[in-house]
């Protein structure tokens, strides 16, 4: 029990151990699909934004060239307006800005802010025509700028850069549009002014909403300004980016080359490691289902176990008693007294089968009996020693082999509902006449030895001990002179078997016998009957008595 | 141990015994005859022909079955035993306590 609940506890610790590593992994591969895709949403967004902006400003400087001159400086393009297309221009400067708008309806305003030096007819005013898309009418909307000295002027002029722009914080169409300023010279490379479109953030909300379906559950897109301020984003609730928390969301930003803006992904956790989450949950449920079968299975066989060697512990204890009972009852292997030699041998099977032998002196006589009970086991041992007192008892009253044979008989017979019989061969024998009473109980017949021969003694046969109260139990008598030996045997010496199932049997018992010296033990026979079963488990007792008259 | 049952009417029953009857076997054979003994059949027949063996623990059985059937008013004979058994019976003075046909 402890060494599975020590075995289950190490499966669970390899597994979690395991499955911690595995969670790791897939957490770290969750968040390198999120930096890819991050990155490719990013690339995707600049991408769009860039071109967007970029048609733009291809419209602006295709509809510049036709009043305008490009020269090429080196690396810089330089803008100017001849001297002679001036009056022109500023004639013109309202409906040609009208054609262009009307055609460019993603652009929702255009404008020229002409220097103050320009058309002296404006009253040193600066000049600044406007069309826009949705407001019907021609403005001029600046002629109380002081253009000079205004920083972002002097600067596009000074540089000559054409950029994207965002407006001055006070301008109305902050945080509506974009605004792109090129900047124009004069022939002589005096300042003429600026053109600026105006781009309004729809677009740059379009081309954000269109990106959003490439990136991942719980992304948001933003675009900064370059002061960092949220100029718009997917998710209304960002104002700032202050408000990010990067404990809950991974961001990934880029500046976009060209233009004012930085975008800004953001991404959640929670999102990036969802399916890492699920699959974990997932592996965690069924192995926990896993894991209790596993402890229930434990569980059950080891009580199982537990159970069959708590059986086979009794049963092998109750053995090993059955057989110390057989042992504990049973006289000395040999007497040497008056007369008479008497040797008795028995080995128990490893399951008792009940043998008993037993003698007594008295009278100048020696009574001794052999006999098996039926069965094996605990209930054959206590039967074996209730047969051997028995013997003991009436000892003392009779020597006649018949009335012991009967008194037992009739003890065991009087309750026996097993029907558990004894067979019993009981002799008497007299040290002065050598003559020898017996009564043979439904035992085996005994083998008289006698020069080198062995027979069967024909003895008249009695029912076994304990079946029948009453029965007639007959004696007969011989004699037994020096020189002969008379043997008893229980039936584990001729049913002995070896592995093909083969008795031992008479004959070979009958010829063992013919062979036996006079000093011989019984343990010749016993070794004879070992040689045949070769190995094959003694499955019953084997027990030998043999009396022998001397001098 | 195989046991047989060749012929089980209300009148006889007639069981064969094929190998060897010892204390493993007896006991299987105790149970498998115990309906048998239960419902009293007017004469149970014990064919012993194919019998190899008899140990002690399977003459009890067959005592028991004997003692179990005449208490129930019914009869257990055997039929067909061989030499070797025969001598079993007659050494233990069992054919006189069974009916040996």
Redesign the interface.
């Known amino acids: 029990m402890k060494r599975s609940i020590f075995l289950l506890i190490s499966a669970i610790l390899v597994f979690l151990g395991t499955l911690f590593t595995t969670y790791r992994y897939m957490m770290q591969s969750s968040r390198h699909e999120s930096d890819r895709i991050n990155q490719i949403l990013i690339n995707e967004v600049g991408r769009r934004l860039n071109f967007s902006l970029k048609m733009q400003s291809n419209a602006a400087h295709s509809f510049l060239t036709g009043f305008f001159s490009y020269k090429f400086e080196g690396n810089d393009t330089v803008i100017y307006i001849k001297n002679k297309d001036l009056v022109s221009f500023h004639k013109d400067v309202y409906e040609v800005l009208e054609e262009f708008v009307s055609v460019n309806t993603r652009i929702c305003a255009a404008m020229f802010i002409i220097d103050p030096t320009v058309y002296p007819e404006e009253g040193g005013k600066c000049f600044a025509p406007i069309i826009e898309q949705d407001i019907p009418g021609r403005r001029n909307i600046a002629s109380n700028l002081d253009l000079h000295k205004s920083i972002s002027y002097n600067y596009l002029i000074k540089t000559g850069y054409c950029t994207w722009r965002l407006p001055n914080p006070k301008s109305p169409i902050y945080g509506k549009a974009i605004i792109y300023y090129v900047p124009i010279y004069r022939e002589d490379g005096a300042p003429f002014g600026l053109f600026a479109i105006n781009v309004s953030y729809d677009m740059l909300h379009e081309i954000l909403d269109a990106s959003l379906p490439y990136s991942n559950e719980g992304s948001s897109i933003t675009l900064l300004d370059d002061q960092r301020n949220v100029i718009l984003s997917t998710r209304d609730d960002l104002q700032t980016i202050d408000s990010l928390d990067d404990k809950e969301n991974f961001i990934y930003q880029s500046k976009i080359d060209g233009t004012p803006f930085t975008i800004l992904t953001t991404c959640t956790r929670q999102a990036v490691y969802l399916e890492a989450n699920r699959t974990q949950r997932t592996i965690l449920l069924v192995s926990g289902i896993g894991m209790l079968l596993m402890l229930v299975c434990c569980i059950v066989i080891s009580r199982q176990i537990r159970r069959k060697v708590l059986r086979i512990a009794a049963v092998e204890g109750e053995l090993q008693m059955a057989a110390s009972v057989q042992k504990s009852i049973l006289k000395p292997e040999s007497l040497h007294a008056g007369h008479v030699r008497l040797n008795a041998m028995m080995r128990p099977a490893r399951e008792a089968g009940g043998d008993l032998y037993d003698y007594v002196q008295c009278d100048g006589k020696v009574v001794f009996c052999i006999g098996?009970?039926?069965?094996?086991g605990m209930p054959a041992a206590l039967f074996m020693t209730q047969v051997v007192s028995l013997f003991r008892s009436i000892v003392s009253k009779s020597h006649r082999p018949a009335y012991i044979a009967s008194h037992i008989n009739d003890v065991l017979a009087h309750d026996n509902p097993?029907?558990?019989?004894c067979?019993f061969f009981v002799g008497v024998f007299d040290h002065e006449s050598h003559e020898l009473t017996f009564c043979?109980?439904?035992?085996?017949?005994p083998v008289l030895i006698t020069d080198g021969q062995a027979r069967y003694l024909d003895v008249r046969?009695?029912?076994?001990l304990g079946?029948?109260p009453g029965?007639r139990y007959h004696e007969e008598s011989m004699t037994l002179s020096v020189g002969a030996r008379l043997l008893q045997y229980t039936?584990g010496v001729n049913?002995a078997r070896n592995a093909d199932g083969k008795?031992y049997g008479d004959d070979r018992l009958l010829r063992i016998c013919a062979q036996l010296q006079s000093g011989d033990t019984l343990e010749a026979i016993i070794h004879n009957v070992d040689r045949f079963a070769a190995g094959y488990p003694q499955?019953?007792d084997i027990t030998l008595l043999v009396i022998e008259p001397t001098d | 141990m195989k046991i047989l049952i060749k012929e089980n009417t209300a009148q006889r029953a007639l069981v064969s015994l094929c190998g060897e009857l010892?204390?493993q076997a007896a006991e299987t054979f105790e149970k498998e005859m115990t309906p048998f003994i239960e419902n009293p059949v007017h004469e149970i027949v014990l064919d012993f022909s194919e019998l190899e063996?008899i140990?002690?623990?399977g003459?009890?059985t067959l005592?028991?079955m004997s003692?179990g059937a005449t208490q129930k008013g019914g009869k257990v004979s055997i039929t067909g035993m061989n030499d070797n058994i025969r001598q079993i019976f007659?050494?233990?003075?069992?054919d006189?306590?069974m009916d040996i046909l």
């Open positions: 098996d009970v039926s069965g094996k097993q029907m558990t019989f067979t043979n109980a439904g035992h085996n017949r046969p009695n029912l076994a079946l029948m029965f039936d049913e008795f499955s019953d | 010892d204390s063996y140990s002690s623990a003459m009890r005592l028991l003692r007659k050494l233990t003075g069992f006189a306590l």
